[in-house]
């Protein structure tokens, strides 16, 4: 997807990179067993699991950064914005049949 107008999700690929270089990290090598990476990754895949039946009980999600909800903030005023923009713009060059 080359565009992120639409998307609500991340911008960029910094936590899946965060989370390769912690990866690398924990083992200390490119390469570990295939039994040490399989306990590790059950391991995780638990916390994960225990993480979202947290969630869905109602605890609270860990709270974003200041900065970067303003950040977010920003960015979705400026889509609104900009939005509203082409909406003229695609009204005037096209009017509706009715109006």
Known sequence: ????????????????????????HYFGMPHPSLDVFLAWLQRCQYEVQCRGIQLLAGRTPKHKSAVYAKVDDGLWSAKVEYSLVVGQIFCCLFPHPGV
């Open 1 to 24: 997807m080359w565009s992120h107008y639409d998307n609500l999700g991340p911008r960029t690929t910094n936590l899946a990179e965060g989370w390769h270089s912690g990866l690398n």
